[in-house]
Structures are given as C-alpha cells and as structure tokens.
C-alpha cells in the first residue's frame, strides 16, 4: 500500500473507460476524489489513502458544504459518498486497501425536491457495465436489460413465462398487466441478445419437480420474487457507484424519458406502456424537461444566479 494516490486515481480512471463509461463522467469522478485527497492532505498532512477513517470522509463533506457557502444537495452529497466507496472497492479488490471507510456513512434522505427518480442514460451504462460475466450476473443483467428495453412495471416481469418472449418478431407478451390487460411489448435487440444468452442456460437454475415454465428463476429454482429482483438491483447499483434514486419502477421511468428526448411520439410509449390515458405518459415530458433543469443546474459553471 505504498502507491502514489495521484497515481492510483489515473488508474481507476482508466479502469472507468474500459468499462464503458464516457469521458466527461469519468473526469468528474477524478475531480471528486482528487478534491478529497488534497483535502486529506491540507488537514492530515502525511495520512495515507489506506489510514483514511469514516470520520475524515464525513467531515470532508461537512466541510465541503461549508467552503462552498450553501449545503450540498442529497444527491450530491450522497454522490460523494459513492464516488468514495467505489474507489475504496477498486483499491481493496487489487489489495491496495484492507477496508472500505466510506460503506459506514449513512446518506442523506432524498428531499421532495430533488428528482433523482429517473436514471441517466450514462447511469444505465454503468449498471450494466458492472455486471460479472457469471450465470447470476448473466441472469442480472438480463432483467435489467428487459426493465429497461420494455419499461415493464415489476410485477409483469415476474409473472413472465419464457413462451411469453417471442425471439423472432422481438416481442413479449404481457398477460397480465395492470388492471388484468393483456398487451405486446416490441424489445430491443440488444436485450434481445442478453436474454437469449440467458435462456440457452436457464436449465441450471431448475430442479426436478420444480416449476419449469417461468422466464427467470431466484436461487431456490422458484419463480423469481419482486424482493429478489429488488435486491438485485440494490447490489447492481451499489457495484456501479450509481446514487441516484430508484429501482425496478426508475427504469421504467426512464426508458420513457430517453425516448421521448430522442424523439419518440408520446402515442407510442403510451402503447408500450400500457397507459390507458396519454395524461398519464404525458408525466414523462415533466420527468424529462425536470431532468434537464436539474442538469443544468449542476453542470453548468453559470447556472446559479449571480455567478
């Protein structure tokens, strides 16, 4: 553990990109946790990455709030905290650390305001880029592509059959949506891909006399649960370092709101949806244009009145 730290956050950089993630994100990331070691360094001149305590992160970001004149919002104050743990995992995994100081600090409640409920499209990348090429990771990752692809709610996706996935027009069959309705889900080829993989080695998740018809099986060979996938998700995101709020229902959210930014008719993601009145889809153009704001608002070096 006697690296350079400067050194060690060029390579979790570099790890980032080869995991898929863009360029500016993987930037902000370094910013991040470059501002929490020179901090460390400024207060706890000679304190090592591998001293780092629980209590030095948390005042960091109390401090944080104080030098910048305002508090931080949840979202990124509870950014801070996962941008941390993750590099924290990174180090242990390659035996640089010997423990995790930042899993310990309890985030912040997401206030009313903060409209975290929809994943960016980056975010989405990064859940998915995290997930181990395993048969639990294979399986993973196949429920999240079809939460994603098809914006079904939590429910459908459990009570799916495999004879419910039809491989060649690329479509699902919803037998029983939300008020009983039966309705058919087009899904994207790449998940398409993800699911096929799974399915041609869905038989190792069976057991003699156990049921067979199911799309996805949780580690007893049943049905999978809604807790099980909930979980899932939960582990899925943590792994990735994604803060933001939500879980099966967020994806549902935003396979909406990508389409409707680029460019998909309100009419059809309502069918794909299953909504019975377009006010209800049209809560999506709210979700978008809010995500925008929100955006704007951290990103941009001029968004905050007076600046």
């Known amino acids: 553990m006697n690296r350079d730290i400067w050194e060690l956050i060029n390579d979790f950089e570099e790890h980032e990109l080869r995991k898929g993630l863009k360029h500016k994100t993987a930037a902000i990331k370094k910013t991040e946790l470059s501002k929490f070691f020179i901090y460390l360094e400024e207060k706890h001149p000679g304190k090592t990455y591998g001293k780092v305590e629980t209590e030095d992160i948390r005042t960091y970001l109390d401090t944080y709030e104080n030098l910048s004149g305002k508090p931080l919002s949840s979202y990124l104050y509870n950014r801070g905290i996962f941008f941390l743990s993750q590099f924290y995992d990174y ?24 409209h975290r409920g929809v994943f960016t499209e980056e975010e989405i990348k990064s859940i998915l880029g995290s997930i181990d090429n395993t048969p639990s990771g294979r399986r993973d990752r ?3 592509e079809l939460l994603y692809s098809t914006g079904i709610r939590l429910n459908e996706l459990v009570n799916l059959d495999l004879e419910d996935i039809n491989f060649e027009t690329r ?9 009983d309705k039966e309705r058919i889900v087009p899904i994207g080829e790449e998940a398409l891909k993800t699911l096929k993989r799974y399915t041609d080695e869905r038989h190792r ?6 049921e067979r018809k199911a799309l996805f099986f949780g ?29 099966t229902h967020a994806f549902r959210h935003s396979m909406a709101s990508h389409m409707l930014s680029h460019g998909a008719p309100l009419t059809a993601i309502q069918r794909i949806l299953g909504h019975e009145h377009i006010n209800t889809t049209k809560e999506y153009v709210h979700l978008l244009r809010q995500d925008m704001q929100d955006a704007h608002k951290e990103s941009h070096p001029k968004a905050e009145k007076g600046e």
């Open 142 to 144: 196949a429920i999240i």
């Open 205 to 210: 998740w069976m057991q003699p006399g156990g």
């Open 91 to 114: 180090l242990i995994e390659r035996e640089e650390a010997l423990f995790n100081p930042a899993v310990r600090i309890e985030h912040l409640p997401v206030k009313k305001g903060d």
């Open 219 to 247: 580690f007893r060979s049943g049905r999978v649960t809604r807790y099980t996938i909930e979980i899932l998700i939960s582990k899925r995101k943590r792994k990735a370092g994604v803060c933001a709020r939500g879980s």
């Open 171 to 179: 479509e699902i069959f919803i037998r029983h949506g939300k008020g």
